[in-house]
């Protein structure tokens, strides 16, 4: 059925100029090249370079993650294992492609929310036409993050992928299908195990079957892994370096400078902190926003950008890529003029503080986690805005009487 959609006409110039201009800077090996070693695109559990190590090894028959330094999943190392063997230009091209298919799978799930949306009660000031499919696909390929992140080989991408496809599932109420693909994006990734709440409230499956669907699945790929690896080394090197921030290497993210400067005793006391602050907002979001499952996901995306121990910016282009689903709340958003600034800033800025840090050592690291710190507070004011934009608005659709007036509890 997927598949069979790719044949709108209208779209492929948009998807052709994305996959061209994927591949124009994939053949400036120095731009790639560049891109690949960047501590903003990847990080030490999703780097292309790392994963060409591990595939060496593996194909050496040595065991992949002796060393400390491979942090991919096995079935990562199968995959390029296999793709070593086709032309050079395979590998940029797969990337290219799957950015055009995570484009289309967002434009078929905006179409499924605006025919969900149909019986909905709306606002008087919502005649207009919704975003455009077209649209939303178009403002995440070429959303600058989106380019980068693919042209740097992270495989992040793969997350990405899963997490959209597993949405686009639950969208068509195919609960085997999505708790597939959010099984794949977990055990890629670990943190997309939260979405499984808010995929189960689209799903309107009996929660006990969706977590038994997904448990299965989860257990099948753990099993493939072990058949590949013949060992279950792989768990403390994919996951446990996850969980347990083994590898302090500088990213955009907030635990690695914490974890640099805080003391042995009181490590593992704030490393369980700081891995349940990112899970901790699932059970509220799904409670208060129960009717908005999409828009949960939206928001959970968001803050695994922010708190999850290896951030790069290729989350922050998932989540960007979502948020115009919601393109009905964009008339409350308060902060746009600031959030956009503050991304601006921090995307000019990281590389030059980095530069300084490790290049010119005319600075140290608190340039760089200042900049991070820019960057995350942009993220933690777009979410915010986002989910009052979207409380203010279901109190407003609900009190017509309150539109544009001040609402005090009392």
């Known amino acids: 059925m997927f598949m069979r959609s790719l044949g709108g006409w209208r779209d492929w110039p948009i998807y052709g100029c994305a996959i061209a201009l994927r591949l124009v800077l994939f053949s400036i090996s120095s731009v790639a090249t560049t891109l690949g070693q960047r501590v903003e695109l990847v990080t030490p559990v999703t780097s292309f370079k790392r994963l060409t190590e591990g595939v060496h090894l593996y194909e050496s028959n040595v065991p992949p993650y002796d060393g400390g330094l491979v942090h991919q999943s096995p079935l990562l190392l199968a995959l390029f294992s296999f793709l070593n063997d086709l032309p050079s ?4 091209l797969l990337y290219s492609i799957l950015d055009v298919v995570i484009a289309h799978a967002l434009q078929k799930i905006c179409k499924a929310k605006q025919a969900r949306d149909k019986g909905k009660p ?3 000031v919502e005649t207009g036409p919704s975003i455009s499919p077209s649209a939303v696909s178009a403002l995440y390929l070429f959303n600058p993050f989106t380019i980068l992140s693919c042209v740097s080989k992270s495989t992040i991408l793969f997350t990405n992928l899963s997490i959209v496809m597993a949405l686009l599932w639950a969208s068509l109420d195919n609960a085997v299908a999505s708790m597939f693909w959010i099984s794949m994006a977990s055990y890629l990734s670990f943190y997309p ?3 499984v709440a808010p995929l189960a409230l689209l799903l309107k499956s009996r929660a006990t079957s969706v977590v038994s669907l997904f448990m299965g699945w989860s257990v099948l790929l753990l099993a493939v892994s072990r058949l590949i690896i013949g060992s279950w080394e792989f768990m403390r090197e994919t996951y446990g370096v996850i969980i347990l921030l083994s590898d302090l290497t500088p990213n955009i993210g907030m635990f690695w400078y914490f974890f640099i400067e805080i003391f042995d005793q009181f490590r593992s006391f704030f490393m369980v902190v700081f891995q349940l602050h990112s899970f901790i907002f699932v059970a509220p979001l799904c409670i208060k926003l129960r009717d908005s ?5 939206i928001v959970l995306c968001g803050i695994m ?9 290729g989350d922050a282009a998932l989540y960007l890529g979502l948020v115009p689903l919601h393109d009905e709340v964009f008339k409350y958003c308060r902060y746009g003029f600031l959030v956009s600034n503050l991304f601006l800033y921090a995307s000019v800025l990281a590389p030059i503080f980095w530069h300084l ?3 010119a050592g005319s600075g140290n690291a608190n340039f760089f986690y200042a900049i991070t710190l820019v960057y995350n507070l942009g993220q933690i004011l777009l979410l915010i805005d986002l989910v ?5 608005r279901a109190f407003d659709v609900a009190h017509p009487e309150a539109i544009g007036k001040q609402v005090i509890r009392r």
């Not at 708190?307 to 910016?313: D, G, R």
């Not at 009052?388 to 203010?392: D, K």
Request: proline fraction near 9%; glycine fraction near 0%.
């Open 89 to 92: 230009i395979t590998i940029p």
């Open 122 to 124: 709306k606002l008087a």
């Open 193 to 195: 195990v939260m979405l």
């Open 293 to 297: 499952p999409v828009f949960v996901i």
């Open 305 to 313: 950008s922010v708190f999850k121990s290896y951030p790069s910016v």
């Open 357 to 359: 840090w490790i290049y």
């Open 388 to 392: 009052y934009s979207a409380l203010r």
